[in-house]
């Protein structure tokens, strides 16, 4: 089992579709050992709790700067042994050492395809309004290892979403959440933890998948 930590900022609803992927049997060879939250009042907090699952406060706001709060969290997941860390609406950048340290073994969700609307300072809302002021017509997510360049890590999985003509940053927001962030975000931690994932360079290949349809990432059957 990849003892594995959830790491939060606030309302914790990709972490609530991990846990339920989890009891339903979705994610294979996972231990959730930790979520820990960068905020200390964050109802993620409340979902690890009804759970079962330890919950830890690692508070940025009691940081002096990102160095000292990543260096916490980094103690936090020597600690407790963890081997995968999943970033699940964390909303803070992990210093380079931590990011090293856990080369490959981080992964996030960011609600775009990356290399659209992705990089520094794009985060929450932000992504969706940009991505309907330039008139995209889809969107989606994006699950990928982190590194120390902003969203560019290797791409584990992809999922687009529609975007509709009378969508606001909200509505826009809530669709790739349902329809992509909280579906991608378990299937590549079951990748991971299944040992499925063979990164090279940029690339990450699949072992076992030979199709989208096959990895039950297709909405449709083949015909
Ligand atoms: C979503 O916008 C997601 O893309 C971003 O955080 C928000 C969801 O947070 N990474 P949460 O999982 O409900 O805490």
């Not at 992964?107 to 002021?133: D, W």
Request: hydrophobic content about 40%.
């Amino acid at each position: 089992m990849v003892k594995t930590a959830v790491m939060v900022s606030g309302g914790g609803t990709n972490l609530q579709a991990i846990i339920d992927a989890h009891i339903f049997g979705e994610i294979k060879n996972c231990e959730l050992t930790a979520v820990i939250s960068s905020n200390p009042t964050a109802y993620a907090l409340s979902r690890a709790e009804y759970a079962g699952i330890p919950a830890y406060v690692v508070d940025a706001g009691r940081h002096p700067n990102g160095a000292s709060f990543s260096e916490a969290i980094h103690k936090k997941l020597s600690e407790l042994g963890i081997e995968l860390v999943v970033l699940a609406g964390f909303m803070h950048i992990l210093g380079p050492p931590l990011v090293r340290a856990y080369r490959n073994k981080i992964i996030n969700i960011h609600p775009s395809l990356i290399p659209a609307f992705c990089g520094a300072g794009y985060y929450g809302l932000r992504v969706h309004e940009e991505a309907l002021k330039f008139g995209a017509r889809v969107s989606g997510a994006t699950a990928h290892f982190v590194t120390n360049e902003v969203d560019e890590g290797p791409i584990i999985l992809q999922k687009a979403v529609d975007i509709l003509p009378d969508d606001t940053p909200f509505t826009l927001q809530r669709r790739i959440m349902e329809q992509a962030e909280w579906r991608i975000l378990p299937e590549a931690v079951s990748l991971y933890c299944e040992g499925r994932l063979e990164i090279d360079g940029k690339i990450v290949r699949i072992k076992g998948a030979r199709s989208d349809v096959e990895r039950g990432r297709s909405d449709s059957e083949p015909q």
